[in-house]
């Protein structure tokens, strides 16, 4: 075990890194005759040494980035000609939030920050105390995209993600066989999306989407709290472990998706037409504010019987307190059992197999719309055939003002019954040594998820009723061969 760290010896490296499109091979998804700029610059720096000689220790690194290139708009039909005219001569797009689409390459660029730094002290021979502190700010501007179909320049976005974080930690070895951690993190993520354009999304499949993104005019900040305290104590051949851990974690979001409306047109005819076959339009406030509380205790052993062979098993309890809406999980019990065992007790063979439950935690963003448009405080209009040329008609090609006349509002729900989502998973595998540095080695994965989120239209029809649901299934079973060689006299390699 190791509980201690730092070095009395002083420690720095610098970096520089550049990338020029001159060493870049051509795009083929860019009909463009010469090479689209692009510019990157990475320069970096980190120190390593001691505050006070063998008791405190600090660790500093910063990392810079800057990119700036061009990126394509993209129109693989060729059809932005007929689209613009649409556009400019017809009075049923008068109030579009696009006034023309682009094809060709536009600019973009891209910066991002990362500093971190650590701080070791030692009390004591017994205690130690650590703090970490990290810091990052990234920005991408002109290019994000969140669309399956091809994007316009207009239907692109700008991204600011920001994130920071303190750790602290005390860790105790009260004896030899006894070590516990102590640590508390309290963390903070904001995230801003802000779309090229203000308006209605028009999407017309297999040609290209135009106008703003639906899930572009949104800002969230995330708070995470976090303790956990794990103790390791050892007993003749056992090895024991059992902990707690207990964390709240705070949304605060504006996620104004659909709010802007979208129309949705068959062919490039129907565009010209002004027939849109579908239409889909948020309204109400999207401001959600919602916490849930994650928390957890656990239990294993490490045994060895016998030479060569390794036996671990343990026992995990997880619930989450969720917001009101949804029902609380309280009997997430998830066992799990690991052997490992050297035949004859060679050390150049092992053989190894391994069940258990892993339960997961529910993403925030998940409650969103059950929360945000259930009808209460927002909730969404569908209008098919008719009734969508009639909304193009109302707002002109733009955002709505309000509700269109007639049309029933469609609502977001949670399930009653809100089970989490857990994986089953059984491995089995062999490894080898084949010198003193490296290993060959086989595994076999089978995995079972249950309770995989899903969205459903329980109403089968217009309106929808959506509800949210843990009722999906999926299964995975996969091989793997790998060859690996350890850092040995400056050389690695992992080829699998």
Known sequence: MVTRSGTNLWHGDATFFAQNEATNARDADVESPVKPRFRRYQPGASLLGPIRYNRTFFGAAFEQEWESGEEWSEDPTHNAAIINRALRDDPRYARAGVASVNEGLFPETAASTEFSFKLNHQLSEEHSLSARYAWSRGRVSHDVQSLDNFTDRSARGSSLTQDQSLVAGWMAVPTAHLVNDFRLQVAQRTVDFTPNSQGALFEIPGVMSFGQAFAFRAARTENHYQVVDGMNAVRGRHQF????????????????????????????????????????????????NRTVI???????????????????????????????????????????????????????????????????????????????????????????????????????????????????????????????????????????????????????????????????????????????????????????????????????????
Do not use: M
Request: hydrophobic share 40%.
């Open 241 to 288: 472990g059992f902990g707690a851990s207990a964390q709240a974690v705070q949304l605060d979001a504006n996620l104004a998706n659909r709010f802007a409306g979208i129309f949705l047109f068959p062919t490039v005819a129907d565009f010209v037409r002004g027939t849109p076959d579908v239409f889909i339009h948020a309204f109400g406030n999207p401001r959600t």
């Open 294 to 496: 994650p928390y957890s205790t656990w239990l294993e052993d490490r045994w060895q019987p016998a030479a060569g062979l390794t036996v671990e098993a343990g026992i995990r309890y997880e619930g989450e307190r969720l917001p009101a809406a949804f029902t609380s999980p309280t009997h997430n019990v998830s066992p799990r059992l690991g052997v490992a065992w050297r035949p004859r007790g060679t050390a150049e063979f092992v053989l190894r197999s391994g069940f258990g439950l892993f339960y997961d935690h529910y993403p925030l963003a998940v409650f969103n719309d059950a929360v945000q448009k259930y009808g209460i405080h927002g909730f969404e209009k569908y209008g098919a055939g008719d009734a969508a040329v009639r909304a193009l008609q109302l707002g002109l090609g733009g955002t709505l003002a309000g509700p269109v006349p007639g049309l029933v509002p469609s609502i977001y729900r949670p399930d009653a019954r809100f089970p989490t989502t857990y994986s089953r998973k059984f491995t089995v595998g062999a490894e080898r040594s084949l010198n003193s540095d490296t290993t060959v080695s086989v595994e076999n994965s089978y995995v079972r998820g249950f309770h995989l989120r899903r969205l459903r239209n329980i109403d089968l029809g217009l309106p929808p009723l959506y509800q949210l649901e843990q009722t999906a299934r999926s299964s995975y079973q996969g091989a793997s061969v790998t060859l690996q060689r350890r850092l040995s006299k400056e050389w690695t390699y992992l080829v699998a």
